[in-house]
């Protein structure tokens, strides 16, 4: 039995790492297709030792197709999701288009598996920012132990959480700096090339950024909508990996020791925790790897019960691409999909 998978913005740094975890995952698709926009139609991606040609979503036919990974921006999302989630095809939604609509689950799989089962609403099932995935999962079994009353986060975000067009500036403003060259900025606001950045995403009311908004709202979304969330959100000069420093205060008493402990057993952390030189995580370590790294496990002597920890993950991956392909897994092993027969 396996299943037809189409993959939306295939050409995207997301839509390859999409292709790439479904082939190193075995994921059972007897099938799978890579979409994209009319310009990006007859264009070839990877797909394992195969090769496969991008068609165009505007004529493809979901009929038959069992799971939609969408990596195609909001507004594609806003038009297309409907109308392939209609068709009967479950859509996972990488973009931010649905995760705040009460009858669209957001999931990440180690952490409120059971809200999955919310796709019927509309075949629609959203994944979360890619700072939130990757805090919320440290965070989860953490709040069983002592329950989390507040959160202080600050992002440490790569450029590829900007696209290809994000990285490619680092990459061009760092070398126009080395051989004297003028910079420009198009990606981002100011120079992003050995500086940082305390501004990503629009602007909102209250100063804060949409950003920072989408990781207080997600949280309490996926977790707990008692926490108290807040967020400080900034681009740094890195290619690949999300860093977090995270604050922590709980109902209950903690200890730093209790927390390595309960982390290093809990799904989809990894915890490199040595009070030594170099016994930490930082994002070059994370690039390709699949697990949420928490690191400087430590107590808040200005709290009760507090904790600082640093969190850090591949953004392509657990932040995206990886926790898509967990969404559709999670539907599988469940047997929420309706298999067509292996031909």
Same mark, same amino acid.
């Given at each position: 039995?396996?299943?037809?998978? #189409?993959?939306?913005?295939?050409?995207?740094?997301?839509?390859?790492?999409?292709?790439? %975890?479904?082939?190193?995952?075995?994921?059972?698709?007897?099938?799978? &297709?890579?979409?994209?926009?009319?310009?990006?139609? +007859?264009?070839?991606?990877?797909?394992?030792?195969?090769?496969?040609? @991008?068609?165009?979503?505007?004529?493809?036919?979901?009929?038959?197709?069992?799971?939609?990974?969408?990596?195609?921006?909001?507004?594609?999302?806003?038009? *297309?999701?409907?109308?392939?989630?209609?068709?009967?095809?479950?859509?996972?939604?990488?973009?931010? $288009?649905?995760? =705040?609509?009460?009858?669209?689950?957001?999931?990440?799989?180690?952490?409120?598996?059971?809200?999955?089962?919310?796709?019927?609403?509309? =075949?629609?099932?959203?994944?979360?920012?890619?700072?939130?995935? /990757?805090?919320?999962?440290?965070?989860?079994?953490?709040?069983?132990?002592?329950?989390?009353?507040?959160? @202080?986060?600050?992002? =440490? /975000?790569? @450029?590829?959480?900007? +696209?290809?067009?994000?990285?490619?500036?680092?990459?061009?403003?760092?070398?126009?700096?080395?051989?004297?060259?003028?910079?420009?900025? !198009?990606?981002?606001? !100011?120079?992003? #090339?050995?500086?940082?950045?305390?501004?990503?995403?629009?602007?909102?009311?209250?100063?804060?950024?949409?950003?920072? *908004?989408?990781?207080?709202?997600?949280?309490?979304?996926?977790?707990?909508?008692?926490?108290?969330?807040?967020?400080?959100?900034?681009?740094?000069?890195?290619?690949?990996?999300?860093?977090?420093? @995270?604050? %922590?205060?709980?109902?209950?008493?903690?200890?730093?020791?209790?927390?390595?402990?309960?982390?290093?057993?809990?799904?989809?952390?990894?915890?490199?925790?040595?009070?030594?030189?170099?016994?930490?995580?930082?994002? %070059?370590?994370?690039?390709?790897?699949?697990?949420?790294?928490?690191?400087?496990?430590?107590?808040? /002597?200005?709290?009760?019960?507090?904790?600082?920890?640093?969190?850090?993950?591949?953004?392509?991956?657990?932040? $995206?691409?990886?926790? #898509?392909?967990?969404?559709?897994?999670?539907? &599988?092993?469940?047997?929420?999909?309706?298999?067509?027969?292996?031909?």
């Amino acid at each position: 039995m396996g299943y037809k998978v #189409a993959v939306v913005g295939a050409t995207g740094n997301v839509g390859r790492e999409m292709l790439n %975890i479904l082939e190193e995952r075995g994921f059972p698709a007897d099938e799978v &297709v890579a979409l994209a926009s009319r310009r990006s139609q +007859g264009t070839e991606v990877s797909f394992g030792d195969k090769t496969l040609k @991008v068609k165009s979503l505007d004529t493809y036919d979901f009929s038959g197709t069992d799971i939609c990974l969408m990596s195609a921006g909001g507004s594609v999302a806003k038009e *297309w999701a409907p109308r392939i989630g209609a068709k009967g095809c479950v859509v996972i939604d990488n973009s931010s $288009a649905f995760r =705040y609509d009460a009858d669209v689950p957001l999931v990440v799989p180690e952490v409120n598996a059971d809200a999955v089962k919310g796709f019927t609403n509309r =075949y629609i099932i959203a994944n979360p920012n890619c700072s939130t995935a /990757q805090l919320v999962v440290a965070l989860k079994p953490l709040h069983d132990r002592a329950t989390i009353k507040r959160v @202080v986060v600050s992002t =440490y /975000q790569s @450029v590829s959480g900007a +696209g290809k067009d994000g990285m490619d500036e680092l990459f061009e403003q760092s070398r126009a700096v080395f051989v004297a060259d003028p910079t420009t900025n !198009k990606k981002f606001t !100011k120079r992003i #090339a050995f500086n940082v950045i305390p501004h990503i995403d629009v602007f909102m009311e209250d100063g804060s950024t949409k950003e920072e *908004w989408k990781v207080m709202a997600e949280t309490k979304k996926m977790l707990d909508p008692k926490i108290k969330v807040t967020c400080t959100a900034v681009r740094v000069p890195v290619f690949i990996g999300h860093s977090e420093a @995270v604050n %922590i205060e709980f109902e209950q008493p903690i200890t730093a020791d209790e927390a390595r402990d309960i982390l290093r057993e809990a799904p989809g952390c990894l915890v490199i925790d040595k009070q030594e030189d170099g016994g930490y995580i930082t994002p %070059i370590e994370t690039a390709g790897e699949d697990a949420t790294y928490i690191s400087r496990i430590r107590e808040d /002597q200005t709290l009760e019960n507090g904790l600082n920890m640093w969190i850090v993950a591949d953004n392509l991956r657990k932040g $995206a691409a990886l926790n #898509a392909i967990q969404i559709a897994e999670l539907l &599988v092993n469940r047997k929420l999909l309706g298999a067509k027969a292996a031909a």
